[in-house]
């Protein structure tokens, strides 16, 4: 549930906002205030903070004892909770994402929750909310920030929200939060950012100038999507008894059974048909993408198989990838697997593949570097760099080492496929999911495998 100044009948009032505010040439106006909250211009001169203020570039607000609300040129919307400071660098819009558009902020201490406008959802890179410890970058969202002058917690309340700094970058989607301290790198948090000081309450506050203020009551957890019908799946299958793999990508229509989990998977480019999907190892999904293994029982075309991986989701529209760079980390994996001749053994731990991926969609490139703990001969490390396609796909050898079971070569493409194949997934890319082949002439096979990645 959403603060209700973001509300109004029922749905959100953006349209008109940008059209008065645009032509007023401010950055924003102050739509609710209660307490002793006052704003700073560029030339240092401090006015006591009233409703329909306007806010310009270089403006710094300070809540102190009470609260503010603004409502931004494109249609974004901030509550600042008390003892909170936030500075307005630069916001600019002409009612378009034409390359011109800016939202520069910044929470220098305290508390917020946003609901982002129209900047920033086509070039993300021109939406920043600054702190003195990381970033906070969105791809069409809200979000809660706290931040003490030294640490910084984010929860995403919906959508997708990258936190970065010299130490890396982590996203959270719905429901996650991030942690980061002064000089630390960003990392999960199961402390979630707090949207308001008191106890939440759905009753009206009235200050005695009869302006409202709604604190909505605290969100539920929110509960994964099914991810849609159709869409791109890389797999990995492996009829019984011949040793030969398949590691590709490509388009198919997915089917899911009464508990969402993915139970066919069917493809016209190639004509691939992968059912009953019976599991071995991870079934998960998290709404944008879904992985697995299927075990003995699976059927890949009229063949049983002894084993397969996928990774699953629609991929991103290609316009809303162009330009865009960043790393994305590991957080899921199936089991990896030897094939040996005809035999087939497991020889890991589901969820245990670590490691990242750095994308540049400027000159669609990329690069990995990732572990395959084994129960056989240790950790498995591949590294490598390749070419994205326009629509997010790829596929790439790269360098293995071992320092047992890679005493001979074990790098290279092999019969069957590439060492890494791969795709982004969801709307703007939220998710990566790649599969991967090892090469061990010493172990006399190959290991495959996936893991994906946010």
Partial sequence: MQDSFFLKAGVFVITLAISQLALAKAAGTVTFKTGNVTITHTDKTVIPATKDAELNAGDTIETKDGRLQLALIDGGKVSLQPNTIYKINKYEFSGKEDGSEYAFTELIKGGLRTISGLVGHKNRDRYQLKTTAA???????????????????MTTNHGSVDVCNEGGCLNAITGQSIVVTVGGAPKPSKKAAQAAAAAPSSKAVFSAGEEIALVAPAAPTPTPAALPASGTVVSLAIPTGGGTVLNETFTGNLTFDASNNLSQVKSTSPTRTIKPINFASTNSSDGIVSWGQAGAGTTYNTTSIDRYDYTAGVTPNPANLVGITGTYT?????????????????????????????????TYTFGYNINVPTTINGTFNLAGIGGLTTAGTFATTGIVTNATACSTACSGAFSGGNLVTGAFFGANGERAGLQYGINSPFLNGQIYGNAVLR
């Fill in 135 to 153: 970033t906070i970058g969105i791809r069409g969202t809200e979000f809660t920030a706290n931040f003490d002058g030294n640490t910084l917690i």
């Fill in 330 to 362: 590991v957080f899921g994996s199936s089991s990896p697997f030897l094939v040996s001749g005809a035999s087939v053994n497991t020889v890991g731990l589901a969820n245990a593949v670590n490691g990242s991926l750095n994308f540049n969609f400027s």
